[in-house]
């Protein structure tokens, strides 16, 4: 099986530029999760889907992250002006229905500059 | 709220040596837990679960019981050796929260040879 994939693994951009990350989860998974990891802590939920509605976006920063998964399947998720601040791993994770466990994809190290 | 207490780190031991990081977790109801797993510059692995009282999650030699009476989790393993040097997370899953995962801070395990 499959695991998570996620793209690319690495981004190097300029403070106030935009970027994007793309994720495509386990095949038959119906929950999608958006994680931010800074260097030394654990990960930061952003944005939960369940198929393709948002559960729980309560910490995603709406004024500069949007995400999106249109057909329930692959997600992208964006940084538009990115900051110094959003420098960190993005990790992709996605999880079966009714499960609890999560599997992750090997994430996307963004470093702004 | 749900919470994740880990014993903090860096843990360093030797080649063979026994190894315990401390867990333990505040909830309401009977959460799912996990140990996650994060190798340098990768995402994160799931390494074990339990999903109710006195269970014992295992795998590549790692175990912890899930302790309903002490609300604890602690990851163990007899023997370990230098690959398993990684950042260790403990998490929980509570079911009336969206399955969402509470995880505790991390714990680096360096083990030299």
């Known amino acids: 099986e499959a695991g998570v994939a996620q793209s690319p693994r690495y981004k190097i951009i300029e403070k106030r530029q935009s970027v994007a990350f793309w994720c495509n989860p386990i095949s038959g998974h119906a929950t999608l999760y958006w994680y931010q990891q800074i260097l030394g802590q654990g990960p930061k939920l952003l944005i939960q889907?369940?198929?393709?509605?948002?559960?729980?976006d309560s910490q995603l920063p709406k004024d500069r992250f949007s995400a999106e998964r249109l057909k329930g399947v692959d997600s992208t998720l964006k940084i538009q002006p990115a900051k110094l601040e959003d420098s960190a791993v993005y990790l992709c994770?996605?999880?079966?229905?009714?499960?609890?466990?999560?599997?992750f994809g090997p994430g996307t190290r963004l470093t702004v500059t | 709220g749900d919470s994740v207490t880990q014993m903090e780190g860096p843990v360093t031991l030797s080649e063979e040596a026994f190894l315990t990081i401390n867990c333990t977790y505040t909830?309401?109801?009977?959460?799912?837990l996990f140990w996650y797993v994060q190798y340098p510059g990768e995402g994160l692995q799931l390494l074990l679960k339990a999903t109710k009282a006195d269970d014992k999650g295992s795998n590549k030699g790692f175990e912890a019981t899930y302790r309903k009476e002490t609300t604890s989790f602690h990851l163990e393993k007899g023997s370990v050796q230098v690959s398993d040097s990684a950042v260790y997370f403990c998490?929980?899953?509570?079911?009336?929260?969206?399955?969402?995962?509470?995880w505790g801070l991390g714990t680096s395990l360096a083990v030299n040879p």
């Open positions: 998490a929980l899953s509570a079911a009336g929260n969206n399955r969402k995962l509470i």
């Open positions: 909830a309401t109801g009977y959460p799912s």
């Open positions: 994770a996605s999880g079966g229905q009714g499960a609890y466990e999560q599997y």
């Open positions: 889907f369940q198929n393709n509605g948002v559960v729980d």
